[in-house]
């Protein structure tokens, strides 16, 4: 069936240091690797994405890394700022050509 | 700037007291989406319109239903809304229905049930 894991749950980091979130997802056809950030209070709005025809992508301080062979993709943040504390969900389509979000991982960057 | 109106921000019903949630949109997008968020889960899908075309998650209960008279707004309807119904309601809109394209949120109507 379809199924998206997303760790962790929760997450702590200094500020400046870097964050990891993965996605782990079920279906070999999916081909599409978005990646939302979700404040207090907002809709999530997407951050940074990429297709399956890339392993990795970079804008400034975030980046995705697609690992096709295992079925998961990862979000890497660096150099980490207060106003990167947020709700991060993953969200791989589906060959039935839908979008499943992931659990979500809490990160709070501490002074 | 283009955006993702939802009103009201805050609702409060009493069970099974009929409510409706706006959406609007000025993007010009094809396709709405409501989905239901309920403390620390994941946003799931409710049900979309892809212009005037609904289209139905298989596990939305029947209390749940959608209307969408033109292209700008959609509104949900809970006809009796139940204690498990309390949750964010987040609206997103997106060109097509592909899975390949950026969904545009709205900050969500939080509802609570009395």
């Known amino acids: 069936g379809e199924n998206v894991e997303q760790h962790p749950s929760t997450l702590s980091v200094q500020e400046g240091d870097s964050a990891v979130i993965k996605c782990t997802y079920s279906?070999?056809?999916?081909?599409?690797f978005p990646w939302y950030k979700q404040e207090l209070g907002k809709g999530p709005q997407l951050i940074i994405d990429i297709r399956s025809n890339v392993g990795e992508k970079k804008d400034q301080r975030i980046a995705v890394t697609l690992n096709k062979t295992a079925k998961h993709f990862s979000l890497h943040i660096t150099e980490t700022q207060p106003e990167d504390s947020a709700v991060y969900f993953c969200?791989?389509?589906?060959?039935?050509?839908?979008?499943?979000f992931g659990k979500g991982t809490r990160l709070h960057i501490l002074p | 700037d283009a955006m993702v109106i939802q009103n009201p921000r805050y609702q409060v019903t009493q069970f099974g007291k009929p409510v409706t949630l706006s959406c609007s949109q000025t993007l010009n997008h094809n396709v709405m989406y409501w989905y239901q968020q309920k403390s620390s889960q994941a946003p799931k899908l409710l049900f979309h319109?892809?212009?005037?075309?609904?289209?139905n998650e298989a596990d939305t209960p029947d209390n749940f239903q959608s209307r969408r008279p033109n292209t700008s707004f959609c509104f949900l309807d809970i006809r009796s809304p139940g204690l498990g119904d309390a949750a964010m309601y987040l609206c997103?809109?997106?060109?097509?229905?592909?899975?390949?394209?950026?969904?545009?949120f709205g900050p969500g109507t939080r509802l609570t049930v009395l």
């Open positions: 969200a791989p389509n589906f060959r039935d050509d839908k979008i499943i």
């Open positions: 997103a809109t997106s060109r097509d229905p592909s899975s390949y394209n950026e969904q545009f």
């Open positions: 279906d070999s056809a999916s081909n599409y």
């Open positions: 319109y892809y212009d005037k075309d609904f289209n």
